[in-house]
């Protein structure tokens, strides 16, 4: 812990030192008497009472503060936290007064209680859902100041029932773009006028969510029969469907109202912000066009506004990000991808495969759509697109020269470009 904090310290990034996260789950291994229920008012799940043979939850607080001592001897400035998964146990021990400020994971129902009882303790939501319920803990309590989301981006590992990569309820998908769920999230947070579209099904009597993880059929109401019970803050902003299928349009915005037009015209009334699920939607007759979305303040002037596009059926590959320059010495360009029709709208329902070939001292590190229910290689050159995107790794070899990346598609026009490595 010394060399980590010695090692860190300086970075403008850190504002706080960790000595803990969720070590205190009951009975894994710590346990407490607590756990057989002898205090009233116990409520979090106890993970089978009581177990005498287990190790003295008392220990944390033993620890916590040898390990926060040894970080203040280091840095005197930074607070201590930990992340807390067992509060209710935790609270029976010197854990939590060992710690600056107490980060709660999952324990939204502990916000209040603990600041009558302990009232001189700093609280955050130090690891929480995406569902509005765990936002307005945090926004409406003044004596909780802020909020951890897991996760901010998806990544490989605890990917739960196959098909499947990784995690996936992150704002940022495994390339880094923006999902649907982070401009809900930028809906809350933001201070900058915005808003957002997207669209699926209207749902019906045996409907499926649109959440594609557990974490995120839990967090929004959708438990394991998957029926949607609020509007979905993963809806991609796709506008093709069959004609006269009644679609669900949401909007992710923090403007007072909105209104919805379809080729110029209103199709969607002016709607007030949903406080309750932070969405506003619309159940309208798909027809192609451009749909658009207005954000409107009190007085019904806009103030933001998202478009999107009916396309037509792929027609060919484009560049719409690359970096022109690289270090030769290991430099990394991202190039981004996308499928387009023969207007240049971008096609969101493509999975076309894409091969990537370089010419030049450069080598493909890797291919990236961010779908994660695709299981096949994406070190290598071939690769499908996701909502007719893919993001190509590349990396220089040690020499100067040109480089030269393609990319080809069966029946689309192939597209290319130079990057220059010196």
């Known amino acids: 812990l010394a060399d980590l904090v010695c090692r860190d310290r300086n970075h403008l990034s850190i504002f706080a030192w960790s ?31 009581y177990n005498p043979d287990a190790p003295d939850a008392m220990e944390l607080g033993i620890i916590a503060k040898r390990l926060a001592k040894v970080v203040k001897e280091y840095d005197p400035m930074r607070p ?18 060992a710690l600056d400020i107490a980060g709660y ?8 209680s603990d ?11 130090s690891e929480n859902r995406h569902d509005m319920a765990a936002w307005k803990a945090t926004r409406d309590r003044e004596h909780v100041f802020g909020q951890f989301l897991w996760t901010g981006i998806d990544y490989l590992g605890e990917s739960g029932r196959w098909p499947s990569r990784g995690f996936y309820s992150g704002l940022l998908d495994f390339g880094g773009f923006i999902k649907p769920r982070g401009y ?19 749902p019906g009597r045996g ?13 929004t109401g959708n438990a394991s029969d998957n029926v949607e019970r609020v509007p979905s803050m993963d809806a991609w902003s796709v506008w093709n469907y069959r004609e006269g299928q009644s679609i669900r349009v949401v909007c992710y915005t923090n403007a007072d109202k909105a209104k919805l037009l379809l080729n110029g015209s209103v199709v969607g009334e002016t709607k007030e912000y949903d406080d309750n699920s932070g969405i506003i939607y619309w159940d309208i007759p798909y027809s192609s066009g451009k749909l658009e979305v207005v954000g409107l303040d009190k007085n019904n002037n806009p103030v933001s506004g998202y478009s999107i596009q009916t396309s037509k059926r792929p027609h060919a590959l484009q ?19 996308q499928v387009v029709d023969e207007h240049g709208v971008p096609v969101m329902l493509s999975d076309n495969e894409v091969t990537c070939r370089i010419a030049g001292p450069a080598k493909l590190i890797g291919l990236e759509a961010s779908n994660n229910s695709d299981m096949s290689d994406y070190t290598d050159n071939v690769h499908r697109v996701y909502h007719g995107r893919i993001l190509a790794y590349v990396q220089a070899t040690g020499e100067a020269g040109d480089i030269e990346v393609s990319f080809t598609s069966p029946w689309l026009l192939p597209v290319e470009t130079t990057l220059k490595a010196d």
């Open 184 to 202: 809900f999230r930028q809906s809350l947070w933001s201070d900058k006028p915005m808003a957002y579209l997207g669209t699926y099904p209207t």
């Open 319 to 337: 560049i719409v990000q690359a970096e022109k320059q690289i270090d030769k010495e290991n430099g990394l360009a991202q190039i981004v991808v």
């Open 19 to 49: 000595i803990g996260n969720e070590v205190d789950y009951p009975n894994d291994p710590y346990s407490h008497p607590v756990l057989g229920g002898e205090k009233a008012g116990f409520t979090q799940a106890s993970y089978g009472g």
């Open 115 to 125: 600041h009558k009882k302990y009232p001189d303790r700093v609280i955050y939501g």
């Open 207 to 219: 409907s499926r969510s649109q959440s594609r993880d557990v974490l995120s059929q839990t967090e």
């Open 105 to 112: 994971n999952y324990t939204e129902d502990k916000y209040d």
């Open 80 to 97: 201590v936290t930990a992340g807390l998964a067992g509060v209710a146990m935790s609270n029976e021990t010197e854990y939590p007064g």
